[in-house]
């Protein structure tokens, strides 16, 4: 069991940044690999980027490549997504997820624990 809080989104200009955190606690954060999810307004909760237990391999979806970088710190239960150059399209609810696999994982399913959201506004 682990419980996973996201913080840092906010409203910001098109081209600006911000950097998401997400801290952990119950059960080693060491032990899942961790994921970024986002959702707009009448989509569908999709892929963002994930990374591996220890961070050494990380994925990310097409949209943002280049823009946004996960990151994980073990040592303070913590994952990262600092995101780059935002675009009007990046706004969303973006959630923070868990999954007990060991690689970089994309399919929402192989995700057990979620968490809360925090709103990310980019205004053009």
């Known amino acids: 069991q682990v419980q996973l809080v996201e913080s840092g989104g906010g409203l910001v200009q098109a081209g600006g940044s911000l950097r998401l955190s997400c801290a952990a606690s119950?059960?080693?954060?060491?032990?899942?690999?961790m994921g970024w999810f986002r959702q707009a307004p009448g989509k569908e909760r999709e892929f963002v980027a994930a990374?591996?237990?220890?961070?050494?391999?990380?994925y990310y979806s097409d949209s943002v490549k280049g823009r946004f970088t996960i990151s994980r710190d073990n040592a303070v239960n913590t994952q990262f997504l600092q995101m780059n150059s935002l675009k009007p399209e990046d706004t969303a609810v973006y959630y923070c997820?868990?999954?007990?696999?060991?690689?970089?994982?994309?399919?929402?399913?192989?995700?057990?624990?979620w968490g809360q959201g925090t709103q990310v506004t980019v205004s053009s």
């Open positions: 990374c591996s237990r220890t961070g050494g391999s990380t």
């Open positions: 119950g059960r080693t954060f060491s032990t899942f690999a």
């Open positions: 997820a868990a999954s007990n696999f060991y690689g970089p994982v994309t399919v929402r399913s192989a995700y057990d624990y």
